[in-house]
C-alpha cells in the first residue's frame, strides 16, 4: 500500500501511539481522531484503513505533524479544515465558529417545520457563521429559499466561500446578507416561514474546552453574564420577521432553557413555545410558533395559550 521506494511503517503500531498521545493529551476521543487524521493524510475514508496494513515514511512524518497539533488541542476540523454538517460539508478554520453535531437537532426540526409550509418555504437562519444550518436547510429542502445572516467579518469570509462551492441547486436557492440580527433597520424588511438561529450563548465565565476557547471566535462563544444578551433581544427581531403561523428555533446553553421560554413569553408574539432536548439528554432549543389570528392556522391566536412545555 505504500511507494515501493520508500521504507513503509507499521499502521496499527502509528495508530496506537498516536491514540496514547492524543489521550495524554486530554482529546475526548483520541482513537476517533487519530483514525481520521490518518485518513486525512493518505486521502481515504477512516472505514478504507481497515485494508491498510502500513504507510511511508513521509506519510508517517505528515501525520506525526497533524497530530502534535491535535495534541496542543486545535480542533480537528482545523486541521483537516472541513465540518461535516448534517447531508453537507463545509469549509471551516480561524475566524468561524465549527459547526457541532448537537446543532444537527436543531437542524431536524427545522426541516421539518418546513414541510408545513408549502410550497417554497423561506428560511432565515440568524448569526449562520459557516453557513452551516443554512446550507444544510436549502440542501434538505428542494423547494427552500434561504437567507443567512451573518455580521462578522471573518465568519462573513468563510459563509460567503461555503456558498459558493456549494451545488448549484443549493447556490440558486441561498441568500447571504452581512448584517447585526439585532438591528431591525437591517434585517427587519425579512420575510420567513421559518427562523433557525444558533447564536453566541455561552454564559461569560463557563469553563470551555481549549479547542473552543482558543479557536472559536468570542463573538461567536458568548451571550454576555447571562448568556441571553443576544438571544433575548433577538426574539423580538424574530417576531418582526415570522409570518403569521411561522416558527422559530433558537438554540441555547443547556442553563438557559427557562430563559428563553420566559424570552418567548413575555414577547407576547409567540405561541406553542417548546422547549426541547438534544440526542444527550440536555436541553438544547426552543421553538416557538408566531401567533396568528386565523383560527385554521397553526397558531392558537392567544398568547394566553402560549406556556412552555418540555418535549425530549
Ligand atoms: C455559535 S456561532 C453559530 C454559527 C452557525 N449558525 C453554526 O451553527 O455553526 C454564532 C455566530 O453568530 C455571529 N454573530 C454574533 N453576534 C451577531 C450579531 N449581532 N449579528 C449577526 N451575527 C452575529 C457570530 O459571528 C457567529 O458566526
Not at 483537516?80 to 431536524?108: K, Y
Not at 438591528?183 to 470551555?208: C, F, H, K, Q, T
Not at 413555545?273 to 392558537?300: K, Q
Amino acid at each position: 500500500m505504500t511507494g515501493s521506494d520508500s521504507p513503509t511503517v507499521d499502521l496499527r503500531a502509528t495508530l496506537r501511539a498516536a491514540t496514547d498521545l492524543l489521550r495524554a493529551a486530554g482529546v475526548a476521543s483520541p482513537r476517533v481522531d487519530a483514525e481520521l487524521l490518518t485518513a486525512h493524510v493518505l486521502d481515504v475514508d477512516r472505514g478504507r484503513l481497515l485494508v491498510v496494513d502500513a504507510i511511508d515514511a513521509g506519510q508517517r512524518d505528515r501525520l506525526e505533524g497533524l497530530i502534535t497539533r491535535r495534541a496542543a488541542r486545535e480542533p480537528l476540523q482545523h486541521i483537516i479544515g472541513r465540518a461535516a454538517f448534517g447531508p453537507i460539508d463545509l469549509a471551516v478554520g480561524p475566524g468561524v465558529f465549527v459547526p457541532r453535531p448537537e446543532t444537527e437537532a436543531l437542524l431536524e426540526w427545522a426541516v421539518g417545520e418546513c414541510a408545513r409550509h408549502v410550497p417554497a418555504p423561506a428560511v432565515v437562519d440568524l448569526c449562520a457563521g459557516s453557513g452551516a444550518l443554512a446550507l444544510a436547510v436549502a440542501a434538505s429542502v428542494p423547494d427552500a429559499s434561504v437567507t443567512a445572516v451573518e455580521n462578522d467579518p471573518a465568519a462573513w469570509t468563510w459563509l460567503l466561500r461555503n456558498a459558493g462551492e456549494t451545488t448549484d441547486a443549493v447556490r440558486r436557492r441561498i441568500t447571504t446578507r452581512r448584517a447585526d440580527v439585532l438591528d431591525p433597520d437591517a434585517i427587519g424588511d425579512l420575510r420567513a416561514d421559518v427562523v433557525v438561529s444558533n447564536p453566541p450563548y455561552v454564559p461569560l465565565g463557563a469553563s470551555l474546552d481549549p479547542e473552543v476557547v482558543d479557536h472559536d471566535p468570542a463573538v461567536a462563544l458568548f451571550g454576555g453574564d447571562d448568556g441571553m444578551s443576544v438571544i433575548a433581544p433577538m426574539i423580538d427581531v424574530i417576531a418582526g420577521i415570522l409570518r403569521a403561523g411561522g416558527a422559530c428555533g433558537i438554540e441555547h446553553d443547556d442553563s438557559t432553557s427557562d430563559a428563553v421560554v420566559a424570552a418567548f413569553e413575555a414577547s407576547g408574539a409567540f405561541t406553542d413555545i417548546t422547549a426541547h432536548a438534544d440526542l444527550a439528554g440536555r436541553p438544547r432549543f426552543v421553538t416557538a410558533r408566531r401567533v396568528t389570528d386565523d383560527p385554521g392556522s397553526a397558531g392558537t391566536g392567544a398568547t394566553d395559550g402560549a406556556r412552555g412545555h418540555v418535549q425530549g
